[in-house]
Every structure is written in C-alpha cells, then in structure tokens.
C-alpha cells in the first residue's frame, strides 16, 4: 500500500513538471520575444522640398534604416530654433521608418550640439509598436569630412541610431 502511495506520487510530480515544461514556452510566447527593446540603424541627408505645396519650412530628409534601400527613411523637421549663443539647437521631427510589419511614424524632440551630435525623445504615434517610447542619438558629418556610407556624394548627412522601447500593454 505505501509502494502504490509513493507511485503515485511521484507519477503525480512528474506530470505536473511534464505539462509545466510543456506550457513554459506557451507564456513565454512570440509577443514577449518580439516585444525587446529593438536598435534600429539610419542614415540619413537633406532632401530637396516637394514640388507640390506645402513646402516644410525647416527641412526634409531621406535616406535608409538599417540595411534597407534608400527611401526606407524619411524625416521631416517640425520645429528648429538655435540658441543665442548658438552652441545647441532645439529640434522636434517626425521621423518614419519602412520596413514591412515593422514601420512606424515617431514624434521626437530635442536637439543637437554644435559639434553636430544629436539627441532626441519621443513616442511612435503610427504603425508597429504605437505608444512605445523612443530615443534617437545621431553625428552629423560634413560633406567635407567624406560624408557617410550610402549617403550622395558631397552631401552632409547623419548616421544614427532610433532605441524603441517595449510595445504599451493593452
């Protein structure tokens, strides 16, 4: 009688270990995996205004994210004032990134130094990971420095990085 106990005990524990390894993954699903913080790459340079109104004021640019094609990237400055004694300048932009599933539309504000480096918050308001925060940290380079991989030649163009942040939850 103590033997079929014992049995079923241990028949009972290793069940319950057996269906608990099985659902493990389950609770640890896709939507977990694929909700990381993701770095996304981008480079990125002036681009010539629309030739239909209405014209941005402070600028558009275009270029790439990651490995992708030009045209992967576009940007558009909402908002640029420099201060007076021009050592940093104030920006807000809308940046948009295409890539398939993973393309979105971020807000951003901050600004740049006058050696051309840039820092920038703010939140995707379109597309994959809506409401998730973002930061995004950029380097100018001067045409006259060499400008940067798969950017236009004699173009000054920004290489970066956009941080995006965990999805909200429902």
Known sequence: MRTTRLHSRVAGFVGAVTLLVQISPVLASDDNH?????????????????????????????????????????????????????????????????????SFTALIRGGTNAAGAGLLDGVILAGWRTGARVHVEFQRHLASEGGCVGAPLGKTCFEGIIQVGRAPRD
């Open 34 to 102: 694929n909700n990381r913080p993701v770095e996304i790459s981008f480079t990125k340079w002036g681009a010539p205004p629309p030739a239909v109104p209405p014209t941005p004021f402070f600028g558009l640019f275009e270029g790439f994210s990651g490995n992708g094609l030009p045209g992967s990237f576009v940007a558009e400055v909402l908002w640029r004032q420099a201060s007076v004694n021009g050592h940093a300048t104030g920006l807000a932009a809308m940046y948009e990134v295409v890539d398939g599933d993973r």
